[in-house]
């Protein structure tokens, strides 16, 4: 469950056709613009590469308004941007058509934009590989020049360069295919692919929870490729259907629940020219998880593998003659091996590797040799590592993201050689950089807690060259949020985002907008994931969001706290940091909480009222897990372990378990088109709460996945959101009276699209 900011426009669940809920006045306009800017972020520039000479800078970016990206080229020397390349050009007034499996691929990549969502650089800079409806096209810097690549018939995905840029790789239906750019001829490199047996694709545990979104990888000299052959015979085919649409067929995928059948993965070296695959060798059946695959000029070939139930992680050098494995190293941990797709990074003489590690009780950045030992401790676990950056080997420094306060993430850079790190940033909020080749330039991305995000070219030295231009509309707002550390020691960082008419005299009801499970911070220095919290504290409430334990960067215990324990300690935590909101700010009224959260946010919404009614009066519920079992098997054996051992973790974390005992307004809010929470979980937990005779609310978004992005459905979902939540937590303060009660009851609405 990989996750993303469950509110955010463009990301986020919506519906339409909702009946009763009021319009607002003509006047107000918030809801729309941001619904169709999405959060005010369209227009802003996206994925911003520098070319390895650190001339020049590209980037994507939409029109403020039209979700579909260009590709941009910001020159460095004279400080100008010009247009490189638009969907328009290629597709000469053609609409965009995307096949199931690359819906599939930006869905489990969270991509809900159109155009050029991607692009790849040629080693030397020359050359820009883009994929657009299905085909392939190479752009020439200097001259401008398009070529569109002539591929065979079928589905294209995951194109790639050779290391020399004279040819391109991809997968075709399946199985793996080299096309020589010079002679435009395309060469078979593996057989025998089918929906159930691919090669080079990645599975869809590894690109749902390992963020490995590749499955095959070049060798340094462009001569052989590795690639991940999927077996997924065994594993349970789920369908997606669409309802309303009888009359379509219904879309297979390969699921893998908890407990049963994964899809079997072996790797594979076969020359690019084609030819017999050498198979590597490895302990399967120990290591069944492929976690990363890196091959590297003089490191060679490492694989990065794991148990199933992730408690073990080892990482392999392999030998590309032979296909025989050695271990260079071993990650243990008691509850969990959270994996980092950043490491092993060698070092171009192939003397050692990064590595990071949560054995001295934190993320720690280490050097190791190149047989795998410990040479030095780089980031100490104190420092609050967040990732890694660039490595600059002529400078000999390493540059990272790290803070030990979890609302803030800063770049640092560290000597190769050891010593003490220096930060690069002080500013507060949420840092990242993306780094030339040669480390001359880089990009600083920035989002602060009272402005946009913004991005800026630096030199190696940090002096500014200029920042890469937005055509974004600026909000009419600020969020005004607050962020505090409540409750005893450790304590818990909550934010709290009050009406911008507050008045101090009132007390508000509460909307705590949760997530509160692994992976992810809601509680962060960025205002821009904010304007619908912001917008919803408007209507008459104060909203709150509250980081408990098994949220990261607060050390190894703070995380794992959550093992086999999702149903009371996530929850638990919620309640605590509430009332210590509560205790510090008499304006909330806890007598009047309600709670909504997307996801594992979604099962949390209905958990607390659920469990917890005497502190929650109302949940609104997106795209809920009502029972683990059926979630994936990386994710959900990774916290609540293996079925047969732990049964009791499995209904203790089920929201099946309490179906029987609701007593507040729970509104369930799904898309029928999930493949991620399929929407068997919400009928599930529907049926079970109807079984029990408690009422309801369902509103079923026909044909919307686990990301909906319709403009006009998230405008209509917030108006519904926040009658649902004045009808029934009261009314809103005078000052601000918010939208008005709805004007009757419905137990099961249906949205359509």
């Not at 960025?526 to 919290?533: K, P, R, T, W």
């Not at 990301?707 to 459905?713: F, K, L, N, Q, S």
Request: aromatic share 10%; glycine share 10%; proline share 7%.
């Amino acid at each position: 469950m990989s996750w993303w900011a469950p509110w955010v426009v463009g990301l986020a669940s919506g519906l339409a056709c909702l009946g009763a809920v009021d319009q607002p006045p003509a006047t107000d306009t918030f809801l729309r613009d941001y619904a169709e800017t999405r959060g005010f972020s369209l227009g802003r520039p996206v994925k911003p590469q520098p070319t390895p000479d650190g001339r020049a800078v590209l980037f994507l970016r939409a029109q403020a308004r039209l979700p579909k990206l260009h590709l941009f080229e910001f020159d460095v020397s004279s400080g100008q941007t010009r247009e490189l390349l638009t969907p328009e050009q290629l597709l000469k007034g053609a609409e965009e058509r995307l096949s199931p499996e690359e819906k599939a691929r930006r869905e489990r990549m969270r991509v809900s934009v159109g155009g050029f969502t991607d692009f790849q650089l040629s080693a030397d800079g020359a050359l820009i590989l883009l994929s657009l409806g299905g085909k392939l096209f190479v752009f020439e810097r200097a001259t401008g020049k398009v070529q569109a690549l002539k591929t065979g018939p079928g589905v294209i995905l995951d194109p790639k360069f050779s290391p020399d840029a004279k040819s391109v790789a991809y997968v075709r239906d399946h199985d793996l295919y080299v096309l020589d750019l010079a002679r435009q001829k395309e060469r078979r490199v593996t057989k025998g692919g089918s929906a159930a047996l691919t090669h080079g694709l990645a599975e869809f545990v590894a690109q749902e929870e390992m963020d490995r979104f590749t499955g095959y990888w070049w060798s340094p000299d462009g001569k052989f490729i590795a690639y991940e052959e999927a077996d997924a015979t065994g594993v349970e085919t789920w369908f997606v259907a669409d309802p309303a649409k009888p009359e379509s067929p219904s879309v297979p995928s390969f699921y893998p629940r908890p407990g049963k059948a994964n899809v079997r993965v072996r790797l594979g070296l076969a020359p690019a020219r084609g030819g017999s695959t050498l198979w590597v060798e490895w302990d399967a059946a120990r290591y069944p998880y492929l976690a990363r695959v890196d091959w590297h000029k003089q490191g060679g070939l490492t694989l990065m593998v794991q148990t199933r139930d992730q408690k073990e992680l080892a990482l392999l050098w392999a030998d590309p003659r032979r296909g025989r494995t050695s271990v260079l190293l071993t990650e243990r941990d008691a509850a969990w091996v959270n994996l980092d797709q950043e490491v092993p990074r060698w070092l171009e003489d192939g003397s050692g590797f990064l590595w990071t590690s949560e054995r001295e009780g934190g993320r720690q950045l280490e050097l190791r040799n190149k047989g795998g030992d410990l040479a030095r401790v780089l980031v100490p676990p104190s420092a609050g590592y967040r990732g890694l950056v660039a490595v600059d080997e002529a400078a000999g420094q390493v540059y990272f993201r790290a803070s030990p306060d979890p609302t803030e993430c800063h770049l640092h850079r560290v000597p190769l050689a050891g010593g003490e790190s220096v930060a690069l940033t002080t500013e507060p909020g949420l840092h990242s950089a993306t780094f030339a080749k040669n480390c001359a330039l880089y990009v600083h991305q920035f989002a602060a807690l009272k402005a946009m995000p913004k991005s800026v070219v630096r030199r190696r030295d940090g002096a500014l060259v200029a920042e890469l231009p937005s055509v974004a509309e600026s909000p009419p707002f600020m969020p005004r949020m607050e962020i505090q550390k409540v409750g005893e020691e450790p304590g818990f960082y909550a934010k709290v985002i009050r009406p911008r008419e507050f008045d101090a005299r009132r007390k508000y009801p509460v909307i705590v907008s949760v997530y509160g499970g692994p992976q992810a911070n809601t509680v962060q220095a960025n205002a821009s994931g904010q304007f619908l919290n912001q917008w919803l504290a408007d209507q008459g409430f104060v909203v709150v969001s509250v980081d408990g334990r098994g949220t990261p960067g607060r050390g190894r215990d703070w995380e794992r706290a959550i093992s086999k324990q999702f149903g009371t300690v996530p929850l638990a935590d919620q309640v605590a940091g509430l009332q210590a909101l509560g205790l510090r700010f008499p304006e909330l009224d806890l007598a009047r909480v309600g709670i909504t959260g997307w996801s594992f946010g979604g099962y949390m919404s209905a958990l607390a009222v659920l469990r917890r009614p005497d502190v929650f009066k109302a949940a609104a519920a997106g795209a809920p897990v009502s029972d683990w079992l059926d979630y994936d098997t990386h994710y959900t054996e990774r916290y609540l372990g293996l079925p047969d051992r732990d049964a009791a973790a499995y209904q203790e974390g089920s929201l099946l378990t309490y179906a029987g005992g609701l007593t507040r307004p729970l509104l369930l809010i799904h898309g029928t088109a999930d493949d991620n929470v399929y929407f068997r979980h919400t009928l599930k937990l529907a049926d079970a709460l109807f079984r029990a005779g408690n009422e309801f609310e369902l509103l079923p978004l026909q044909g919307f996945t686990h990301m909906v992005p319709d403009p006009v459905v998230n405008e209509q979902l917030w108006l519904h959101i926040a009658a649902f939540f004045s009808e029934h937590l009261g009314p809103s303060p005078p000052a601000h009276e918010g939208p008005p009660k709805r004007q009757r009851r419905v137990l099961i609405r249906n949205a359509a699209a």
